[in-house]
């Protein structure tokens, strides 16, 4: 490990590198009294693995030469020593990421040893654990994503084996559902963000397979404005968008009618969404939002369970428009 | 492991397959005859599969999983593949983790898909197969 000892004091900068020498005794030393040496010292390899910078420089402050250590290495276990500092020097060092602070003083060197000790001990466990928590996210998406395809391919086969039309279509229709959560799922993952998805991503996303899956002569196309969702909209959302498309794709166009379905997401100024699904198809029946099946029951259960609504109406010309809209958490600031 | 020079491109693929959930593996299996071709095998380790060639079993395509037991892994199974002359493959995963894409990604397969698979995209490698054959 290669540690920087930082002070334009060429008496004190020694006392402090005696000191850090006896707990590091097997480690380089690189001694910075003025700029062209840090310079010089950042631009070399390796990386600095501890920086121990005073407080006040006559040519930079202590901050300013962390900032520069953590550019190169960004959790770069650092502490400051100072004689000109007080308590709000101490508190502005441990906010702007110093691991420990301790005063400039002969008595106080012991302390200055350890405080180093323990602050290369910490990063270390930090990094143990970042590593350990990677390879642990890594398993767990991998153990997920060949649970998900076991379920899928346990719905298919069952599918498969039974006689009954009407089930095995209902078994097929859940085998989509739990496939565009897998989707969702994969987003989830690959934004390296739980909290939130591309929700644009996914529906250009499901659209494809969906069309794919149909086999015909309909194109779905996908105009999405980019933004992230929050995790608890956007599986509710997710599933209403495949059951919206999915119905069009069954129900719009009887036949080998060819057609086209539009799938749109808008952000409202309040950060809610709206979300329609257009087809030019046959329209949906003149007594309403008539669906009985179990896809528009689960549709309207899900928008109200965001808080949403729900409308779907005949379009002038033809074919079926649904719209749905979730009210956001207020304006952008 | 070379192919047979009477077959014409108006027959089925012969798909092996590579994975060891025997219900994943049966789900590809239909996935593969839905799409018109027919498996030749379903096996769950790389010493099978390259028993299987080297006992002249005839593919024109493997689907290959990439995490399987036995000590070597698809990625190695799809490397010796490459080296025997085999056939062509594609892979199959559950991992997003970025080294085994690239490890992946490295043996230029037909295709990397993700799981769980989108069928279609699982019947357009097969397809893709088809077009390469025909031009």
Redo the contacts between chains.
Sequence with gaps: MRILVADDDPDFRHLAVRQVRREFPDDEIVEVGDRAGLDRVLGERPPPGLLVSDYSLNWADGFEILAAVRTLVPDCPAVMFTGTGNEDVAVRAIKSGFDDYVVKSVKQLRRLATACRTAVTRTEARRRLQQHGDLLTHELYHRLHNNLQLVISLISLTARAVADEDAKRKLRDLGQRVGSLSLLQERLYRGGNFAEVDFAAYLRELAGDLAGLNGRGIAVAVTAEDGLLPVDVAVPLGLVANELVTNALKHAFPGKRAGRIAVRLKRRDDRGIVLEVLDDGVGVPESGVGEPGAGMGLVRRLVAQVGGALEMRRREGGGTACRVTVPGPGPTR | MQSDRSRTRADPLRVLIVED?F??A??FA?LVEDAGHEVVATVATARETLDLLAAGTEADVVSLDV?IPGGMDGVELGTALRERGGPPFFFVT????PMTRRRCEALSPLAIL????????FA?VLQSLRRGAEG
């Design positions: 959930e219900l994943i049966d789900y239909g995490k559950g991992s997003g983790e993700q799981k769980p698979v989108d069928p279609a995209a357009a």
